[in-house]
C-alpha cells in the first residue's frame, strides 16, 4: 500500500503550490501518510509518534525548495532522521585484548541464533581468526545437534562436551569448558550459542546473566527476526536491561519483511545493528547498513545495494563513459548499445536489478514491465548487433534493406526482429537526448548517488 | 559520517531520546485493559478522540492498520452519535467486532474420515515452531488413542530430523526419515505408503522452514502435495501454517503466499506464553478466511492448546 509513498506525498503536496515554507497545516496529510507507512511497516507505535514528532519539527519552517518537490523534500527529512536513528554502520565486533574474545549470542526461541553463530564463525575465519564453536543450549531438541552439523559445514572448531542433566549448572559448566578449550586450543575468539528463551522467563534470563558473569563477554549480540511486529520493543528492551547488549543481528532479511522492528529495537536498546542475516547459507551474513533498511522500510527500494553492485561489477570508466553519451544522445551507438547489454548482463538478471530499483517517481513501473522482459530476447538483441559490421555498428543509418536481410540471416533471427531492433535504438537515443535537458538532471541531482 | 541518499552527514548523539524512549517501552508494558480505562476515562463522554487512541491500542497488538480501521471505523460512527454510553459498552464492542472476524472462516475441526490416514502437513517460516507443534500436536492424537505417524521431509535443516526424533521418542510415535539432503517428496511417498499399509489415523509432515518469497522452495512444497495426492485421495486433507506469534505485518503475505502454494487450511499460531499478542491473525483470518486451529504456549510437550476466539479476544485486553 505503500510501495507509492511517494506519489502519496507527491498528492498531499498537490495544494502546496506557490506557499514558500512547509508548516504544520500544509504537512498534516503527509505526516499522516509516513506514520501509516511506518506502522505498517511495523515500526512500534511509540517509537512512531516519537519519530513524527521529530519529523514534523525539522520540516515545519523550511523553506519550500525548487530543486525538489516538496513531497520529495519530506522523504529527505524522513530519511535523514531515520538514519540518524538506525546509527551508522557498524559490523565490527569488540576484540579482547587477551584472547579469547567471548561472544555470547541470546534471543528468543526460532530467531535464528545457531545459524546466526555459524554464519559469524565462518565470517571470523574469513577475516583469519580461529573462532570456536559451542551450545549451551541443553533444553531444545537436538540443539547442540544442530550447532555441531553447522560446524563440520563450515569446518569450524567446536567444543562438544556432554550433557547430563539439562540444568543451568550443566549449562555453566559446558560455558566454562569451553572457555578452556579455547585457550588450551589456541582459539582466539569463543562463539556460545545459547537456548531461545522468552525475556519474560525468568529463570532463564537468570541462566543468561549467570553466564554473562561467567563469560564476561565482550559481545552480547540479540539476536532478532526482520519479520518482528510491535512486541519486539519488549522482547530488546527487556534482554538489554537484564543483559546490557552490545549488539544486534537482524535475520532473515532476505524475505520480504519491510524490517521496521530495526528502527524498535535500536531505540530502545540504543546499540548498533551489526549484522542482517539473508540467507540460510552459512556466508549469508552482510555488514548492516542504515541507508539501506529506511529504503526498505519506506517501500523506496534498495538503491544503494544495486549502485554497490553495479560499482563492484562494472568497469567503471566505461560506465561513466557510456552514461555521457547515453546523456547527450548523440554518439550513443549499436556498438555502445551492446556493450551496454553486457554490462548488465554481468551484473546479474534483469529483474534482480530491476527489483532493487525503487518503486516510485522515474522507476515506477519498471519493475512491472521487468516481470515481462524476455531474458532470451537480450540473447537474440545481442545476436543481431553481432552480426553487424564494424561500421554498421557505429552508423546505424546505413543499415537498408539489403543489409537488414543480411544480419537476420547471421543472426538467426528475422528480419521483423532486426527491423525492430533498429527502431527501439532510435527510440532510445530520443529517450537519452531528452534525458540530457537539464530539467531531467536537475530532478535527479536532489538524488544524489554516492560514488556515481 | 553517514552516506545517505542524498549525500553524507555527521552522525547526531541523541542519548537524551534513548531515555525517553526506555520511558516509553515501560509504559507499553502495562496492560491493554489498564490502558483502555486510562483512555476512556479521560472524559466521560466517548469521542472521537477516544477512538484514535483506542486504535493505538489495537496496532500494538499487531492488527495492523487495515483491519485496525475496519473495526474502529464502525464504532467510531456510534461514538459520533454519542451511542456508546460507557467503558464497558465500548469493550464489548471492540470484541464483538473481533470475535466476529475470527470466527467467521471455513473453519472444520481435524476429524478423521475412516479408513484412509489423515494427512496433515506443516508448514511455515524458519523458526516458526513446525517441529515442536508437530509433537505437541502427535501427543494430542495419541492421547485421543489414535496412531500417528510422523515424517522428516524437513531434510535440509541441520539436525532437523534428530530434532523430530526426540519428539517422536517423548510421545511414542514412529518416525519416518531419509538421510539429511535427501529428497522430501520420496520421504513423503515412503510415509504415505507406510501409513496406509498399517492403517495410521494419521500422518503430520514436517516440512523444512523457507521465506515464502523463495520461489523455488514454494514449488517444493506443491510438488509434495502432489505426491500426497497420489497416494491418499484428498491428501493432505490439513495443511497447517505454523506462526510465531511475535511476527508482524509480514504475516499476511506469509499466509497469502504459502496459501497460494500450499493451499493453507488453518493456522497455528505459537508462542503466546511471551508478550506478543499474535493479533496478526485477525488480519488474516479477515482477508484469507483461514481459521487458527490451534494456540502454542510453550516448550513442552502438553503446550498446544485449540483456538478458542473468544479466549484469544480477551487475552489481547488483559
Ligand atoms: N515459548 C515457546 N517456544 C516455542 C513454542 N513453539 C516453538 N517454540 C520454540 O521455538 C523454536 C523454534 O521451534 P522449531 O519447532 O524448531 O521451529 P521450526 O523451525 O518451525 O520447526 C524452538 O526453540 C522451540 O522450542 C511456543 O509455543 N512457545
Ligand atoms: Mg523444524
Not at chain 1, 203 to 232: H, R
Not at chain 1, 401 to 425: D, H
Amino acid at each position: 500500500m505503500f510501495e507509492n509513498l511517494h506519489e502519496k506525498l507527491q498528492r498531499a503536496f498537490k495544494s502546496l503550490r506557490g506557499q514558500a515554507v512547509l508548516t504544520e497545516e500544509n504537512i498534516a496529510e503527509a505526516m499522516k501518510q509516513i506514520r501509516l507507512a511506518l506502522l505498517e511497516a511495523d515500526v512500534n507505535f511509540k517509537v512512531v509518534k516519537d519519530l513524527i514528532d521529530r519529523i514534523q519539527a525539522k520540516a515545519v519552517g523550511q523553506e519550500v525548495l525548487t530543486a525538489l518537490s516538496p513531497g520529495e523534500q519530506v522523504i529527505k527529512i524522513v530519511r535523514d532522521e531515520l538514519v540518524i536513528t538506525l546509527g551508522q554502520d557498524t559490523a565490527k565486533l569488540k576484540f579482547a585484548s587477551q584472547p579469547p574474545t567471548v561472544v555470547l549470542m541470546a534471543g528468543l526461541q526460532g530467531s535464528g541464533k545457531t545459524t546466526t553463530s555459524g554464519k559469524l564463525a565462518n565470517w571470523l575465519k574469513n577475516g583469519g581468526h580461529r573462532p570456536l564453536l559451542v551450545s549451551v543450549d541443553v533444553y531444545r531438541p537436538a540443539a547442540r545437534e544442530q550447532l555441531k552439523v553447522v560446524a563440520n559445514a563450515i569446518k569450524a572448531n567446536i567444543y562438544e562436551g556432554t550433557v547430563g542433566e539439562a540444568n543451568t549448572a550443566t549449562v555453566e559448566r559446558l560455558a566454562k569448558e569451553a572457555r578452556r578449550e579455547a585457550i588450551n586450543s589456541g582459539c582466539d575468539v569463543l562463539i556460545v550459542d545459547t537456548a531461545g528463551r522468552l525475556h519474560i522467563d525468568e529463570q532463564l534470563m537468570d541462566e543468561m546473566q549467570s553466564l554473562k558473569k561467567l563469560l564476561n563477554p565482550q559481545e552480547i549480540l540479540f539476536v532478532a527476526d526482520a519479520m518482528t511486529g510491535q512486541d519486539a520493543v519488549n522482547s530488546a528492551d527487556e534482554f538489554h536491561k537484564k543483559l546490557t547488549l552490545t549488539g544486534v543481528v537482524l535475520t532473515k532479511m532476505d524475505g520480504d519483511a519491510r524490517g521496521g522492528a530495526a528502527l524498535s529495537i535500536r531505540q530502545v536498546t540504543g546499540q548498533p545493528i551489526k549484522f542482517i542475516g539473508v540467507g540460510e547459507k552459512y556466508d549469508a551474513l552482510e555488514p548492516f547498513h542504515p541507508d539501506r533498511i529506511v529504503g526498505r522500510i519506506l517501500g523506496m527500494g534498495d538503491i544503494l545495494s544495486l549502485i554497490e553492485k553495479a560499482e563492484s561489477q562494472i568497469d567503471k570508466k566505461k560506465a561513466q563513459e557510456l552514461a555521457n553519451k547515453a546523456l547527450t544522445g548523440d554518439g550513443f551507438s549499436l556498438e555502445d548499445f551492446r556493450d551496454q547489454l553486457r554490462q548488465v548482463r554481468k551484473m546479474g538478471s534483469l529483474q534482480s536489478i530491476i527489483g532493487m530499483l525503487p518503486s516510485v517517481g522515474a522507476f515506477q513501473g519498471l519493475q512491472k514491465a521487468a516481470d515481462k522482459v524476455d531474458e532470451s530476447q537480450i540473447n537474440r538483441v545481442e545476436a543481431i548487433i553481432n552480426s553487424m559490421t564494424g561500421y554498421e555498428r557505429n552508423h546505424h543509418e546505413s543499415i537498408n534493406g539489403s543489409r537488414r536481410k543480411r544480419i537476420a540471416r547471421g543472426s538467426g533471427t528475422t528480419v521483423q526482429e532486426v527491423n525492430n531492433l533498429l527502431r527501439q535504438y532510435a527510440q532510445m537515443r530520443k529517450m537519452f537526448k531528452q534525458m540530457g535537458k537539464p530539467s531531467f538532471a536537475r530532478r535527479m541531482a536532489g538524488m544524489k548517488f554516492p560514488g556515481m | 559520517m553517514i552516506q545517505t541518499l542524498f549525500g553524507s552527514l555527521d552522525e547526531e548523539k541523541k542519548p537524551s531520546f534513548v531515555e525517553l524512549m526506555k520511558e516509553a517501552v515501560s509504559r507499553t508494558r502495562e496492560s491493554l485493559s489498564e490502558r483502555l480505562e486510562d483512555v476512556v476515562s479521560i472524559g466521560k463522554e466517548i469521542d472521537r478522540s477516544t477512538l484514535d487512541d483506542l486504535e493505538a491500542i489495537l496496532i500494538s497488538a499487531d492488527l495492523g492498520m487495515a483491519t485496525t480501521e475496519e473495526v474502529l471505523q464502525k464504532l467510531r460512527h456510534k461514538a459520533d452519535r454519542k451511542q456508546i454510553r460507557d467503558i464497558s459498552e465500548l469493550k464489548k464492542l471492540i470484541k464483538a467486532e473481533l470475535f466476529a472476524i475470527l470466527t467467521t472462516t471455513g473453519s472444520r475441526p481435524i476429524t478423521k474420515v475412516n479408513g484412509t490416514p489423515e494427512v496433515i502437513m506443516v508448514v511455515g517460516v524458519n523458526g516458526a515452531g513446525k517441529t515442536t507443534s508437530i509433537g505437541k500436536l502427535a501427543q494430542t492424537f495419541r492421547s485421543q488413542g489414535k496412531t500417528v505417524l510422523l515424517c522428516a521431509a524437513d531434510t535440509f535443516r541441520a539436525a532437523a530430523i534428530e530434532q523430530l526424533e526426540i519428539w517422536g521418542q517423548r510421545t511414542g510415535t514412529e518416525v519416518i526419515k531419509t538421510k539429511p539432503g535427501g529428497d522430501p517428496s520420496a520421504v513423503l511417498f515412503d510415509a504415505l505408503q507406510s501409513a496406509t499399509a498399517r492403517g495410521t489415523d494419521y500422518v503430520i509432515v514436517d516440512t523444512a522452514g523457507r521465506l515464502h518469497t523463495k520461489q523455488n522452495l514454494m514449488l517444493e512444497l506443491e510438488k509434495m502435495k502432489r505426491t500426497a495426492q497420489r497416494i491418499v485421495p484428498g491428501a493432505p486433507h490439513e495443511t497447517l501454517l505454523v506462526m510465531d506469534a511475535t511476527t508482524g505485518q509480514n504475516g499476511l503475505q506469509q499466509a497469502r503466499q504459502f496459501t497460494q502454494s500450499a493451499g493453507v487450511t488453518g493456522i497455528v499460531l505459537t508462542k503466546l506464553d511471551g508478550t506478543a499478542k499474535g493479533g496478526v491473525v485477525v488480519a488474516i483470518t479477515r482477508e484469507l478466511g483461514l481459521p487458527v486451529r490451534f494456540v502454542g504456549v510453550g516448550e513442552k510437550v502438553g503446550d498446544l492448546l485449540p483456538f478458542d476466539a473468544h479466549d484469544f479476544v480477551e487475552s489481547l485486553f488483559n
